[in-house]
């Protein structure tokens, strides 16, 4: 059976959808069969993925409001192993629609279930908020990793997301758990970057991934070509940081063994790819 994981944090701008594209398309490259849900109206993870929102008449909103079944609007992606349920601008009247149904906090979850066996991982890209379509994917979910930027803010509002997770645990999930906290955006240059992990990784240390997701240029380049960051440059620090980290996820899953070397930050740019994860690269 397939383990679902949300990215969710409800502040924007901390990599949400960048993480949810490019460990989506590593796992793949690692030949894992990847599901990527797209549940922020925004659709960045549509676009990011090669899809243009307008086009798409069957998104998740309706498989959520109109009952429209998940394995009738899954779309293939261009990386390797990876399809995605996109999203479209309707999913922004979801909420409302959604606020006098019975179960309206499990519909994804029911949603999900009939296609749960058809993939190894599914990854939902939560929207920046603590609403009904957040609470229906951490529903959904059978752990959560959640993106702190390494930046000033970088702990503010993160209370108010690990209650809201607790409240999921005890009222509607309990099985849910916290997959990982992820820092991104990780400068090298400053001494922020360095006191940011430092706090994190003392307030909740085991939860945090030994992978470090550092800013990267190509890492922006790449959404703009409908491309993850392993098939838009796989030799870019970028690709090689969510190679890491999709080894990480795989290891806590007990479906790999990753070195301790592999953990490490990379400085040099190099490629994080064996030969048989860059021949699924040149294939997809």
Do not use: W
Request: aromatic letters at 4%; glycine letters at 8%; proline letters at 3%.
């Amino acid at each position: 059976m397939g383990k679902i994981i949300a990215i969710a944090n409800q502040k924007g701008g901390v990599g949400k959808t960048t993480t949810t594209m490019n460990l989506a398309a590593a796992l793949g490259v690692l030949e894992k069969k990847v599901l990527v849900i797209d549940s922020d109206p925004q659709a960045n993870a549509t676009s990011g993925l090669g899809f243009d929102p307008r086009n798409i008449t069957n998104g998740i909103y309706e498989c959520l409001i109109n009952e429209v079944e998940a394995k009738d609007i899954i779309l293939t992606t261009t990386s390797p192993n990876v399809d995605i349920i996109p999203a479209h601008i309707d999913l922004v009247g979801a909420e409302v629609e959604m606020i006098n149904l019975p179960n309206r906090e499990k519909m994804m979850r029911m949603a999900l279930e009939p296609i749960k066996d058809n993939y190894d991982f599914i990854i939902i890209d939560c929207s920046p908020s603590l609403g009904l379509i957040t609470i229906n994917s951490l529903t959904a979910a059978d752990s959560v990793i959640v993106p702190v930027q390494c930046e000033y803010f970088a702990l503010e509002g993160l209370g108010k997301l690990l209650n809201t997770i607790k409240i999921v645990q005890t009222r509607i999930n309990n099985s849910l758990t916290i997959e990982g906290i992820l820092l991104t955006m990780y400068d090298t240059r400053l001494r922020l970057s360095n006191q940011v992990v430092d706090e994190v990784k003392t307030h909740f240390q085991d939860l945090v991934f030994d992978t470090i997701i550092q800013r990267n240029t190509k890492l922006g380049e790449a959404p703009s070509h409908g491309e993850s960051i392993i098939m838009h440059d796989a030799s870019s620090r970028g690709a090689t940081n969510y190679l890491n980290l999709a080894r990480e996820v795989l290891q806590k899953n007990n479906q790999t063994e990753m070195n301790q070397e592999d953990k490490i930050i990379d400085f040099d740019g190099k490629s994080g790819l064996g030969e048989a994860e860059k021949e699924n690269v040149n294939n997809g």
